[in-house]
C-alpha cells in the first residue's frame, strides 16, 4: 500500500480522536457520561501517531514498531476488562524480548529503546485503564502517559545490562519490573491498578497460591514464562536451548495452575462463626446527581426504602452502605448528624443489629492541639481561624445501644485526594485546584483498625484501599475475620473500572482467606467466598440490595505473615542490578 494512502489513513484517524474529543466535550455540557468514548479516543490518536511514525515512503512497515505494539495488545487484552484471556499475559513481552535483541544488534541509543517502550505500555494502559478518564480528562490521560514512562524503566535497564552484562539481561528485567510494581504501591503517586499479578483476577481458580506469595508472586511468574516462552521458541535452532526449554515452561504455566485448581476444589473454610449482611447499592450517579449533597432527604429515603426492604427478608447482623454515603459528619460526634439521627431512628426495631456506612467528615481542632498536614484553615466571625481536616472516613454505629467506632481511610487517590509531593511542588496547587484535585488532602491513622463487635472484627476497607495487597493485610494482623469493603465505582460510568475493582477484591480474599462484601454506590454490591469466587453480585446502575452470610476466620496465611518477601528479594537484586551496571562503567571508563 502506497506510502500516501497510511498517512492519509493516520491524519483521518487524528481527524476522529478530535472529532470524539469534541463529542465527549459537548456530552460532559449536556450532564451525559462517556462510556467508552475515551477508548476511542485514545485509540484513534493513538493509531494515527503509529502510522505517521511507522510508515517510510517505501509503505512498509518498521518491524521494530510492529513489536512494541504487539506488546502492547498483548498485554492490553490479557488484562481484565476488554476480553477474559489472561494466559496471553505469559507470553506478552516476547515481541519485546525479540525487538531487545534487534536494538542489541542495531546499538541503538537509550532515546529510541525509550520510545518503544513508552508506545508500548501506552498501548497497554489504554486498552486496561482507559475508563479512568470518565472520572476527569486531565486526570486521566496524566495517568496513563506517567504509568507508561514508569514501565518504561525496566525495559530501559534490560537494555542497560544488555550493553553491560547480556547474561544477566533478562533477569535485570523480571527484578526491576516487580521492584518497580513494589514501588507503585509505596510512593505519593501510587498507581498499582495495572500490576501484572492482577491480571488473573477474574480467574481466581487459577491463582490460589496467591495465598502464599501474593500478586507480585503473580507478576514474577508471568515474567518467567515470558523469559522461557521466548527461550523456547526463538532460540537459534542450533542451540541446545531449542531442547532443554520447553519441559520446563510446560511445567512452570502448568504446575502453579493445575495445584491452583486443586487447591480451589478442595479448600474448606476453617471452623467459625457467621455473620449476616444486608448490603445496600442506593444508585447516585456521582458527576451530576449532587451526589455530595447528602443532607437532603431524597439519599435518606432511598436507604431507608432500600434497608427496609432487605430487613423485610429477614434480620441481618450488618446493614452496610457504601462510601461517603452521608457528609458533613463530625468524628467525635457523628450521631448529632441529622441523616444519621433520622437514619438510626428509621432502622430501630427492624432486624438490623450493626450500621456500617462511610462518609464524608471532618475533625474540628481544638486551640493549642497539634495539626496534620491536612489542616485547612476557616475564618471565624471573631477574626480567630477554625483548623479542621477532611476525612474520607467509615463508621460503625450499635443500633441497640447508640454506641459507635469511626475508621479513616488510609490510601488516597492521587491528585482527587491527596496532593502527590506537596512538599516540593507548592507550585502546582493551583494546577490540582483547577481541576478538582485536593490540595491539602484528608486526615488518615496510622493503624489499619478493625471495626469490632461481640459478633465479629471486620475490615472497613474504604474504595482504592482494596488495591493494595500488603497494606491490606494489616487488618487481618489487627484481628480482621471478615472484611467490608465500601466504594463509589459510579465514577467511571458503565466500562471496565468497576468490574475490575470487584475483581481485585477476589485477590484479596484469596491472600488473606477472608470472605468479603461489597457495597458499592452505582455497582456493584457482591459476596466473594475466601477461595476468592464471586457468590453473588448486584448489577451495574440498579438500586437495590444483596443479603449473605460470610465465614469469619481467625487463620493467618503465609501472605499475611511474611507479606511481599517477592518484591523485597526483587528490589534487592535490582540494586546489585545498578551497582554491577555502574561498576562495569567505572572500569571501562
Not at 512497515?61 to 490479557?78: A, C, H, I, P, Q
Not at 432502622?347 to 497539634?370: Q, R
Not at 500488603?470 to 473500572?497: C, H, K, L, P, S
Request: net charge positive; charged share 15%.
Amino acid at each position: 500500500m502506497a506510502h500516501s494512502t497510511f498517512r492519509s489513513l493516520g491524519f483521518a484517524l487524528l481527524a476522529l480522536a478530535l472529532f470524539v474529543a469534541g463529542w465527549m466535550y459537548w456530552r460532559m455540557t449536556q450532564e451525559e457520561l462517556w462510556s467508552y468514548a475515551p477508548l476511542a479516543f485514545y485509540l484513534a490518536a493513538f493509531g494515527g501517531t503509529w502510522l505517521l511514525r511507522t510508515y517510510r515512503k517505501s509503505g512498509e512497515v518498521l518491524e521494530d514498531n510492529k513489536l512494541s505494539g504487539l506488546t502492547g495488545v498483548l498485554l492490553g487484552l490479557g488484562f481484565p476488562g476488554i476480553l477474559p484471556i489472561p494466559l496471553l499475559l505469559l507470553v506478552a513481552f516476547v515481541p519485546m524480548f525479540l525487538l531487545y535483541r534487534r536494538l542489541m544488534a542495531a546499538d541503538a541509543g537509550y532515546g529510541k529503546v525509550f520510545r518503544h517502550g513508552f508506545s508500548a505500555f501506552l498501548l497497554f494502559n489504554i486498552l486496561a485503564s482507559y475508563w479512568v478518564t470518565n472520572t476527569a480528562f486531565g486526570a486521566g490521560l496524566f495517568a496513563m502517559l506517567a504509568n507508561s514512562a514508569l514501565m518504561s524503566l525496566p525495559w530501559l535497564a534490560l537494555y542497560w545490562t544488555g550493553r553491560k552484562s547480556p547474561k544477566v539481561a533478562f533477569l535485570a528485567f523480571a527484578v526491576c519490573w516487580v521492584a518497580f510494581e513494589h514501588f507503585h504501591y509505596n510512593w505519593e503517586l501510587n498507581w498499582p491498578w495495572l500490576t501484572l499479578g492482577n491480571g488473573f483476577a477474574q480467574w481466581p481458580s487459577l491463582i490460589q497460591w496467591y495465598e502464599v506469595t501474593g500478586v507480585l508472586g503473580g507478576t514474577a511468574w508471568i515474567l518467567g514464562c515470558n523469559y522461557l516462552a521466548f527461550k523456547t521458541f526463538f532460540a537459534p535452532a542450533s542451540s541446545p536451548q531449542k531442547k532443554a526449554f520447553p519441559l520446563p515452561l510446560a511445567l512452570l504455566v502448568a504446575l502453579p495452575i493445575l495445584g491452583s485448581l486443586a487447591r480451589y476444589a478442595s479448600y474448606t473454610p476453617p471452623a467459625g462463626d457467621t455473620i449476616t449482611v444486608a448490603s445496600i447499592q442506593p444508585n447516585f450517579e456521582p458527576h451530576f446527581e449532587k451526589f455530595a449533597d447528602r443532607m437532603q432527604s431524597a439519599p435518606l429515603d432511598t436507604f431507608l426504602r432500600l434497608s427496609k426492604a432487605a430487613l423485610a427478608v429477614g434480620p441481618a447482623d450488618y446493614l452496610l452502605y457504601p462510601e461517603t454515603s452521608f457528609g458533613q459528619i463530625v468524628e467525635g460526634e457523628p450521631l448529632n448528624n441529622r441523616p444519621m439521627q433520622l437514619l438510626q431512628a428509621g432502622l430501630k426495631g427492624l432486624g438490623a443489629k450493626y450500621l456500617v456506612t462511610g462518609f464524608d467528615g471532618y475533625k474540628i481542632f481544638n486551640e493549642g492541639e497539634p495539626v496534620t498536614k491536612a489542616v485547612r484553615y476557616f475564618p471565624r466571625q471573631d477574626g480567630s481561624e477554625l483548623a479542621i481536616e477532611a476525612l474520607n472516613a467509615a463508621i460503625q454505629v450499635n443500633l441497640e445501644d447508640d454506641s459507635f467506632q469511626t475508621y479513616r481511610k488510609g490510601v488516597f487517590v492521587p491528585g482527587a485526594e491527596s496532593f502527590p509531593f506537596r512538599d516540593v511542588l507548592p507550585f502546582m496547587e493551583p494546577l490540582v485546584a483547577s481541576v478538582g484535585g485536593s490540595v491539602a488532602g484528608r486526615g488518615t491513622q496510622e493503624e489499619r483498625l478493625p471495626l469490632r463487635s461481640p459478633i465479629a472484627k471486620i475490615a472497613p476497607v474504604i474504595c482504592y484501599e482494596s488495591v493494595f495487597g500488603e497494606y491490606f493485610t494489616d487488618y487481618i494482623r489487627e484481628g480482621a475475620q471478615a472484611v467490608f469493603v465500601m466504594t463509589n465505582d459510579g465514577w467511571w460510568d458503565n466500562t471496565a473500572g468497576h468490574r475490575q475493582h470487584l475483581w481485585f477484591s477476589s485477590l484479596r480474599a484469596i491472600e488473606t482467606r477472608r470472605a468479603v462484601v461489597r457495597s458499592a454506590n452505582v455497582g456493584a454490591c457482591a459476596f466473594i467466598d475466601q477461595r476468592g469466587k464471586i457468590i453473588s453480585r448486584t448489577r451495574y446502575n440498579q438500586a437495590g440490595f444483596l443479603r449473605g452470610t460470610l465465614q469469619l476466620n481467625d487463620a493467618r496465611t503465609p501472605y499475611v505473615r511474611f507479606g511481599d518477601i517477592v518484591s523485597r528479594i526483587a528490589m534487592l537484586l535490582t540494586a546489585m542490578v545498578v551497582l554491577s551496571n555502574f561498576a562495569r562503567s567505572l572500569r571501562r571508563g
